[in-house]
């Protein structure tokens, strides 16, 4: 298994004048609404633990106020948490002072914000190099690397074009790109493509998932869209009013999800994009030597052509070659339909 980035262990956060009193009362029972209407304060995060391993798109979600935004910023510091420890490659982050902090977030964390939050002075190459100038790297490498990340994210040509020339996707291409220029290990996506239309964000999506396998960064992203989720999220955690519900691969949460708060939030989703069929197998089924073929790690959508050309089964064959089982129309039917 990958080696372990971020570790959050037992992390909670109370908004308000006595933070500790108040968590103590939550410790004893009292849920984040009668928090707010009897005291005041406000129940950000309560007893969050997870692990988000190295090179992975780890994915956060849940409505509005559910807290991903408060645990997102808890991985450079920017809130601290009430009770609880963040551990950065096994370094408790709260131990940090305040010159260890700053070179953690220039050199580790880079955050890409949901609006652009670009500085609209200075061309498309200057915003991008502008964390790294203020980092007191030469102008001219600067400059350099700076050109190298926007031709990675696609907008070589436009290096000296003001952010209000661009469309909203090229300026959100600029943040990327300002984040990767840091080089920074773990990229903290706060809603980042929300703000995009579905075409471009979509463009986006496959965008990042690309730089991804080619960077081999740490991704942290927050979303409140399903599809987005389940397209970029090695993992995927799901939170409601600050605890967390479940952690899982989408296919985990989808086929087994914890209880009915987030089988409501998966319900809507196209099953067959996500099942694998490997999952579905059946290993006592004997098929026919000319049978079709699919990846056990395909989504069951893969079998679909094969049943349309009027075959009865399919083969699944694992990575390693071998055949693991087969399908037929109606064991994809079973998986498909959800009670
Ligand atoms: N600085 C703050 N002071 C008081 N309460 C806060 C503060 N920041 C967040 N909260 C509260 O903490 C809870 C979680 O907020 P958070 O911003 O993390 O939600 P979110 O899941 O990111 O929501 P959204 O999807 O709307 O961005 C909410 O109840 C919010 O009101
Ligand atoms: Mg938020």
């Known amino acids: 298994m990958r080696p372990v ?42 007893d969050i633990s997870l692990t988000i ?9 849940g409505l509005s106020g559910s807290g991903k935004s408060t645990l997102i910023r808890h991985f450079n510091r920017l809130i601290e948490p009430t009770g609880g420890r963040i551990l950065f490659d096994g370094e408790d982050i709260l131990t940090f002072d305040a010159a260890r902090l700053q070179a953690f977030r220039r050199r580790k964390v880079a955050m890409v914000f ?31 690397r700076a050109g190298e ?12 074009s003001y952010p209000a020339q661009l469309s909203g996707g ?13 080089d920074a290990e773990v990229l903290l996506m706060d809603e980042a493509f929300s703000a995009l239309d579905p075409l471009i964000r979509h463009d986006m999506q496959l965008q990042l998932k690309d730089l991804q396998a080619r960077l081999g960064k740490t991704i942290v992203f927050i ?30 949460i989808l086929a087994r999800p914890a ?10 989703v196209n099953r067959a994009r996500i099942l694998l069929c490997g999952a579905f197998a059946d290993a006592g089924l004997i098929v026919a030597p000319d049978a079709p073929v699919v990846e056990a790690g395909a989504t069951l959508e893969a079998a679909f052509a094969a049943f349309a050309g009027g075959a009865q ?27």
Do not use: C, W
């Open 313 to 339: 089964a399919v083969a699944v064959r694992n990575g390693d070659g071998r055949i693991k089982g087969a399908l037929t129309a109606q064991r994809v039917m079973e998986a498909l339909a959800r009670e």
């Open 53 to 61: 391993r190295e090179g992975e798109t780890f994915v956060i979600m």
């Open 259 to 268: 209880d009915d708060y987030v089988a409501r939030f998966v319900r809507d």
């Open 170 to 182: 090229m300026q959100q291409r600029v943040g990327l790109a300002r984040a990767l220029a840091t």
């Open 223 to 252: 979303t409140h869209d399903l599809d987005e989720a389940l397209l970029l999220g090695d993992h995927i955690a799901i939170l409601k009013d600050g605890t967390l519900r479940q952690v899982g691969t989408g296919s985990e």
């Open 114 to 144: 949901q609006r652009f939050a670009l500085l609209p002075h200075k061309t498309v190459v200057e915003n991008v190099a502008y964390g790294l100038t203020l980092d007191g790297v030469p102008k001219a490498e600067a400059l350099r």
């Open 149 to 160: 990340q926007i031709a990675l994210v696609g907008l070589s040509g436009f290096e000296k």
């Open 5 to 46: 980035k971020i570790e959050v262990q037992a992390v909670s956060k109370v908004f308000g004048r006595d933070p500790k009193g108040a968590l103590a009362k939550v410790r004893g029972g009292m849920d984040k609404q009668r928090l707010k209407d009897e005291t005041e304060h406000v129940l950000g995060l309560h």
